[in-house]
């Protein structure tokens, strides 16, 4: 436990005391500001043609501004994150193997489940603390929404983002640890990303292979989660995902010891 | 308090340790001797738990390192050829974060780093980052986090390299000065280090261990007799003539003749048999001016060079 938590503190640390992490905050936050800002004029225009098409011809329905601000919103944060946790994870092991810092940590008393776990965990901290000010854009709106709309709405909405953040930082992690290079890490995460991204493609499809398929994209159990609905099938699915790949992990860096270095 | 036993580990086809066998006592400073490539760094990697052998067994204070390897874990201190730093941190933070991954007790931590940066003389450097610093004080640093948490077993693989001559005392001084308290094994192919800083040596060359022994009787045991060395101004073929009829001369090797005219001639002889002033008292006679006689004793240089030379002589009588 307590070196578990070594590993843990080292890591979050290291974020800060590189540019890595002001980067990454700083960039993603410029972005979604941008996007929401975009968003959110695009829909008040909409619903202000709608008001004046009523008042003309009364015949048209009202648009959920803040709902739908809120669905584009986080189908935005999770193309963001597709981008951002490549970089998140890329050095989590590579760095350590090229500085031969790897070899210090196998040689300590923490078990290679600590290792994993803690740098596991101080990802998706770095994530949590990179996601969760964007909050502040969407309580902004809320507070200004007549009738407000329900807040589990955007509490499902972020449970969504640090459930799908939580899935790549594994698979990232996994990654880092095969090589010895960062950007190679980078490079090949991003791949992977796009590939479980795709897989969604198939739920158009009327082949059980297709179904099969899109059953096992991030995105599609993603998109339940921006309707405001927290669905046990991708709570499952992401808690499987994020374990398969720790347990990936974990076989990787005992795989360390065996290679010749 | 290490025993290791038939060590041997293959990488493939490569057997890059080849049932090693030795032991260390408690607070006995071993030198782990050997060429680059000789599976000096492989064997400590196993008795770090970092690797495990492919067959023997190695013990550390009675723990086996690969069924026990938390608690040996526990017990050592391991310095490996790059020191394991993370260049982002500054010193005393990264050897905070040692003192807790080593499962140092919370109030213990902060003397514990204390003593480290004071033994490592590093304390004017606590508050630098590691990436400022120059090769020898991150050298240092890396030994500090090697016994940052005061282990029983320290390892330590060739400290010295890269540090200038001065910090090379230094070290040799401080690793001096943990064994009793430490039982330390250190590598390097440096041989007066092992002649200066310890207790027994291990030669180990191509995997296998050559000879096992204190620097004073591998020295002695290998002498065999003394080497004399002889600088006059002579005709080369008469110095040669009259230095082999010495009594006791077994070999007498005459230089070339330098440019001012000097000649230096060794001449061996049986062991116990001084034959300095003989040689002396020869060429006087002879009328030609002395200018140096001293005897040579067997470096451990020489040792290794006879010992791991032979072994190459046989496996390769091409080269």
């Given at each position: 436990m307590q070196g578990f938590y070594a590993v843990y503190r080292k890591e979050l640390g290291h974020y800060f005391v590189s540019p890595i992490a002001y980067i990454c905050i700083g960039l993603f936050l410029i972005l979604s500001a941008y996007f929401f800002n975009y968003f959110l004029t695009a829909y008040i225009q909409e619903a202000i043609a709608m008001t004046m098409q009523r008042m003309r011809y009364g015949m048209a329905q009202d648009i959920d501004v803040p709902g739908l601000v809120m669905r584009q919103f986080f189908s935005l944060l999770s193309t963001l994150v597709l981008f951002f946790t490549p970089v998140l994870t890329m050095g989590v092991y590579a760095e350590e193997r090229k500085r031969g810092t790897?070899?210090?940590?196998?040689?300590?008393?923490?078990?290679?489940?600590?290792?994993?776990?803690?740098?596991f965990l101080a990802s998706l901290t770095l994530f949590t603390i990179m996601v969760l000010p964007t909050a502040t854009y969407l309580i902004i709106m809320l507070r200004h929404s007549d009738p407000m709309p329900p807040l589990r709405l955007m509490?499902?909405?972020?449970?969504?983002?640090?459930?799908?953040?939580?899935?790549?930082?594994a698979m990232g992690s996994f990654i880092s640890s095969l090589t010895e290079n960062q950007l190679i890490a980078a490079v090949l995460t991003f791949a992977a990303f796009l590939m479980v991204w795709v897989l969604d493609l198939g739920r158009n499809s009327d082949s059980i292979v297709g179904t099969v398929l899109a059953y096992l994209s991030v995105v599609r159990h993603f998109d339940d989660f921006t309707h405001g609905v927290i669905d046990t099938t991708g709570l499952i699915y992401y808690a499987s995902f994020v374990i398969l790949f720790?347990?990936?992990?974990?076989?990787?860096?005992?795989s360390m010891r065996w290679r010749r270095a | 308090m290490i025993e290791v036993q038939n060590l041997t580990k293959t990488y493939g086809s490569v057997t890059a340790v080849d049932h090693i066998s030795f032991t260390v006592n408690k607070g006995e400073i071993l030198g782990f001797l050997g060429p680059n490539g000789a599976g000096k760094t492989t064997t400590m990697r196993i008795l770090t738990g970092y690797m495990p052998a492919t067959s023997g067994t190695a013990r550390i204070s009675g723990f086996d390192v690969f069924n026990d390897s938390m608690e040996v874990r526990r017990h050592i201190g391991y310095l490996p050829e790059n020191p394991p730093v993370y260049p982002d941190m500054t010193v005393g933070t990264y050897l905070d974060f040692v003192t807790r991954i080593k499962n140092v007790p919370?109030?213990?931590?902060?003397?514990?780093?204390?003593?480290?940066?004071?033994?490592?003389?590093?304390?004017?450097?606590?508050?630098?980052?590691?990436?400022r610093l120059s090769r020898g004080y991150k050298q240092r640093v890396g030994l500090a986090q090697a016994l940052v948490h005061d282990p029983d077993v320290i390892i330590l693989d060739e400290p010295t390299v890269g540090l200038d001559p001065k910090q090379i005392i230094e070290v040799r001084h401080?690793?001096?000065?943990?064994?009793?308290?430490?039982?330390?094994?250190?590598?390097?192919?440096?041989?007066?280090?092992?002649?200066?800083?310890?207790?027994?040596?291990?030669?180990?060359?191509?995997?296998k261990v050559a000879a096992v022994d204190t620097p004073q009787n591998l020295t002695s045991q290998l002498k065999g007799g003394q080497k004399v060395r002889v600088q006059t101004?002579?005709?080369?073929?008469?110095?040669?003539?009259?230095?082999?009829?010495i009594p006791g001369a077994s070999r007498v090797q005459v230089e070339a003749e330098r440019a001012d005219g000097l000649l230096t001639a060794t001449v061996e002889s049986a062991q116990g048999q001084d034959i300095r002033s003989v040689i002396a008292a020869q060429i006087v006679q002879k009328g030609w001016p002395l200018y140096e006689l001293h005897g040579v004793s067997l470096s451990l240089e020489d040792i290794f060079l006879e010992l791991t030379t032979d072994e190459a002589a046989h496996a390769e009588p091409s080269n």
């Open positions: 790897m070899e210090l940590l196998m040689t300590s008393p923490v078990t290679e489940l600590q290792i994993v776990l803690g740098k509490l499902a909405g972020y449970a969504g983002v640090l459930l799908l953040g939580g899935a790549l930082l720790v347990f990936l992990t974990v076989r990787s860096v005992d | 919370a109030n213990k931590r902060a003397e514990r780093v204390a003593d480290a940066l004071k033994k490592t003389n590093i304390v004017d450097k606590k508050d630098e980052l590691i990436k401080l690793i001096k000065g943990l064994a009793g308290s430490h039982t330390i094994i250190l590598s390097t192919h440096i041989l007066p280090e092992v002649s200066m800083t310890c207790d027994r040596v291990v030669i180990i060359n191509k995997g101004q002579a005709p080369e073929g008469p110095l040669q003539q009259v230095l082999q009829q």
